[in-house]
């Protein structure tokens, strides 16, 4: 069901890492940085390593720069996937966190940010987080979204779509191959009615857009471009 890929890089979490900060949102503790009284919202949901995440953190700063208020709920509620405890491999821990489930953990937040004044909502997952912006968007609570490096997302997820949707794959990935983006992007294509935007990035791997190395100039090239791709998404449809 999983691959090694999915547990490669693994982030030092760091609770105090960004400008933001910690609160309840829809009843969850949330990362939220950007202005209250943007109208426009961002929700970023994590990989299996959660939102403590600093380079996640440091996205979500950027995103707010742009006039967003960002949330970054904390969806494994506090069990971030941990390689050392090889008495709770992956496979293991994916049963605690089918990412299905990670809309009925979504609504509250959604709602909350509805009940405050939010008018447009854009959500973009990493790994794990990706098949939860993809049941979001299904059931039609966002109004766009953005996959990076998806996991455990499917060729029907995508036929459900109905929302603008751009999906940025990697090169190297067992969990969405190259294969499989460009199945997803045929199938965007033939719904005239959904915008899309479908890219495959060379030379990198699975997780590259938000665990990489800050050392390395070449894996923080490949992850801003990334990050620019998924501002330019929603600068065209969260207004």
């Not at 060379?202 to 857009?209: E, F, L, M, S, Y």
């Amino acid at each position: 069901m999983s691959g090694p890929q999915c547990c490669s890089n693994p982030p030092t979490l760091n609770p105090n890492a960004g400008a933001g900060h910690v609160e309840k949102v829809g009843g969850i503790d949330t990362y939220i940085t950007g202005s209250a009284d943007s109208k426009l919202a961002v929700l970023l949901i994590a990989d299996i390593y959660g939102y403590e995440a600093p380079n996640l953190r440091k996205l979500a700063d950027k995103v707010a720069a742009a006039g967003y208020y960002v949330v970054v709920p904390d969806f494994l509620h506090g069990d971030p996937f941990v390689r050392e405890k090889t008495d709770r491999p992956l496979s293991v821990w994916i049963k605690d966190h089918a990412p299905e489930k990670g809309i009925e953990a979504a609504k509250p937040v959604i709602e909350a940010l509805k009940g405050k004044g939010v008018s447009a909502i854009g959500a973009a997952g990493f790994c794990w987080g990706a098949k939860v912006v993809v049941e979001v968007a299904r059931h039609g609570l966002i109004e766009a979204a953005v996959l990076l490096h998806p996991s455990f997302v499917t060729v029907d997820d995508i036929k459900s779509v109905e929302v603008p949707i751009a999906i940025l794959g990697a090169e190297i990935d067992q969990m969405s191959p190259p294969e499989l983006v460009k199945q997803f992007d045929q199938i965007l294509s033939a719904k005239p009615g959904v915008q899309s935007f479908v890219k495959i990035f060379p030379q990198v791997a699975h997780g590259w857009t938000v665990r990489y190395s800050t050392e390395d100039a070449k894996a923080v090239s490949a992850a801003e471009e990334a990050h620019q791709d998924l501002l330019n998404w929603f600068g065209k449809h969260i207004k």
